[in-house]
C-alpha cells in the first residue's frame, strides 16, 4: 500500500465544474445564492473583482487622456490602472477560472467606463445605457 501524498500547497485547484466559483468559496455545490451571499469570503472577492474593473478604467481614462495629448496624466494613470489590474487579477486567477474571471471584470468594466464617460462630458444616451446592460446581461449568462 502506498500512503497518499500530501496535498500540495501550492497545487492548483481544479475548477472543471460549472460550480467552480462555489468550490472555490468552499461550500456544497446545491449552495443557493443567499448562503453564498452571506459567506465572508464573497464580499472579498467582490471587492478585489471591482479594483480590478477598477483599474481597467483607470488605464482607458490615461488611454483618453492621451488621445487628448495630456500625456504625463495618462501615462501615471495607465501604469497605476495596468498595475492595479496585475495584482488583483492574478490573485484572482489563483483561485477561478479564467473565463469567470474576465467575463465578470469585464461586466463591472462596462459600467464603470460608462459612468466615467459621463463624467468627462460623453454623451451617456438612452442607447448607450441599454447597449451595456445587453453587455452587462450578456455577460451574467456567459459566466452562470
Known amino acids: 500500500m502506498?500512503?497518499?501524498?500530501?496535498?500540495?500547497h501550492n497545487q492548483i485547484?481544479?475548477?472543471s465544474s460549472p460550480k467552480s466559483f462555489v468550490k472555490v468559496l468552499k461550500m456544497p455545490a446545491?449552495?443557493?445564492?443567499?448562503?453564498?451571499?452571506?459567506?465572508p469570503h464573497v464580499l472579498r472577492w467582490i471587492v478585489i473583482l471591482i479594483l480590478a474593473a477598477l483599474g481597467y478604467t483607470v488605464a482607458t481614462?490615461?488611454?483618453?487622456?492621451?488621445?487628448?495629448?495630456?500625456?504625463?496624466l495618462a501615462a501615471v494613470l495607465i501604469i497605476a490602472g495596468f498595475a492595479l489590474v496585475i495584482v488583483t487579477e492574478i490573485f484572482l486567477l489563483r483561485r477561478?477560472?479564467?473565463?469567470?474571471v474576465y467575463v465578470t471584470i469585464i461586466g463591472v468594466?462596462?459600467?464603470?467606463?460608462?459612468a466615467?464617460?459621463?463624467m468627462m462630458g460623453e454623451v451617456v444616451d438612452m442607447r448607450r445605457i441599454l447597449g451595456a446592460g445587453c453587455v452587462v446581461v450578456g455577460i451574467a449568462l456567459a459566466s452562470s
Open 13 to 15: 485547484p481544479d475548477h
Open 116 to 118: 466615467a464617460g459621463a
Open 96 to 100: 477561478a477560472d479564467m473565463t469567470i
Open 2 to 8: 502506498c500512503p497518499e501524498k500530501p496535498p500540495h
Open 109 to 114: 468594466e462596462t459600467i464603470m467606463i460608462l
Open 30 to 39: 446545491d449552495t443557493t445564492l443567499p448562503e453564498i451571499a452571506s459567506n
Open 61 to 72: 481614462v490615461g488611454m483618453k487622456l492621451a488621445a487628448d495629448r495630456s500625456y504625463a
